[in-house]
C-alpha cells in the first residue's frame, strides 16, 4: 500500500468518522423537533412532524453511509467503495434539490406563518386547555412578544364572542402573573394603571427565527456537500487500487 493509498484511507476514514457525528446529530435534532415541536404543530398546521421525520431519516441515512464508508476504506472493498459513491451522489443531488426548493419558497415563509396567526386569533379563547390557544402563549413567552403584530390585535382579531377584548393574555406580561392583562384596554382608557404589556408583535420574531435557522441549515447542508465530494473522489481512487476485491 503505498503513501498516497493510505493517505487517502485515513482521510476516508476521518471524513466518514465526521459524517457519522452530523449524522447522529441530525438524528437527533430531528428527535427533539419531534418533540418540542408540538407545541407549534397547531400553529404550523402540523408542519413540524414531516420535517422532524426528514431530518430522522436524513441523519440516520448520513450515519449508516458514513458508517459504510469508514468500512469499505478500511477493507478496499472495490464492489462497496462504489456503491458507497453511488450512494453519496445521490445524496448530494438531492440535497441540491432540496436547497433550491427552500430558497424559492422561503420568501413565502412570512405569508403563510401570518396567515396560520390570523386563523389561531380568529378561534382565540384564552383557554388553557385548548391546544391552539396554549401553542400560541407558548410563542408569546418564548419569543417576548405579544399577538401577530402587537397587543392591539386582542381587541381587533379575535372574535368578541369567544374572547374577552378588553383583555391581553397573561404571556403578553413583562411581569407574567394570573389575570394580569384582565381589563387591559378598559384601564388604559380609563386612565387607570396598567401592567406593561410586551409591545412586539410575534410575527417579525417567528419569521426571524425560522430563517436565521434555514441559514443554519444550509450552511450544514453545504458543509456536509463538501465532505461528501471529497468522499467520492476518495472512494474512486480507493476502488481503483483496491487490488481487483470485487472491483
Not at 493509498?5 to 438524528?27: A, E, P, Q, R, S
Not at 462504489?82 to 415563509?109: K, P
Not at 408569546?140 to 364572542?161: L, Q, Y
Request: proline fraction near 2%.
Amino acid at each position: 500500500m503505498g503513501l498516497g493509498t493510505g493517505l487517502m484511507k485515513t482521510l476516508m476514514f476521518v471524513f466518514n468518522g465526521i459524517v457519522w457525528i452530523l449524522g447522529v446529530v441530525l438524528f437527533v435534532v430531528g428527535i427533539v423537533v419531534l418533540v418540542e415541536g408540538q407545541n407549534w404543530n397547531d400553529i404550523i398546521d402540523n408542519k413540524t412532524v414531516p420535517v422532524s421525520v426528514m431530518l430522522i431519516v436524513v441523519g440516520l441515512v448520513i450515519a449508516i453511509v458514513g458508517f459504510l464508508g469508514c468500512f469499505g476504506a478500511m477493507k478496499q472493498n472495490g464492489g462497496m467503495l462504489l456503491l458507497y459513491a453511488i450512494v453519496l451522489g445521490v445524496i448530494i443531488i438531492v440535497q441540491c434539490v432540496a436547497g433550491i426548493l427552500a430558497f424559492v419558497f422561503s420568501d413565502e415563509s412570512e405569508e403563510m406563518i401570518e396567515k396560520s396567526f390570523d386563523e389561531v386569533l380568529a378561534q382565540y379563547t384564552g383557554s388553557a386547555d385548548k391546544s391552539m390557544d396554549h401553542a400560541f402563549n407558548v410563542i408569546m413567552e418564548e419569543f417576548e412578544c405579544c399577538g401577530i403584530t402587537g397587543p392591539a390585535d386582542f381587541k381587533t382579531k379575535t372574535d368578541a364572542d369567544q374572547y374577552v377584548q378588553a383583555n391581553v393574555p397573561d404571556s403578553c406580561c413583562s411581569e407574567m402573573e394570573s389575570q394580569c392583562g384582565w381589563d387591559y384596554w378598559t384601564k388604559q382608557e380609563n386612565g387607570e394603571q396598567v401592567p406593561e404589556i410586551r409591545q412586539e408583535g410575534c410575527l417579525t420574531k417567528t419569521v426571524d427565527y425560522v430563517k436565521s435557522n434555514m441559514k443554519i441549515v444550509g450552511a450544514i447542508c453545504l458543509a456536509f456537500m463538501a465532505i461528501e465530494f471529497f468522499q467520492i473522489v476518495f472512494a474512486m481512487c480507493l476502488r481503483k487500487n483496491s487490488n481487483g476485491l470485487l472491483a
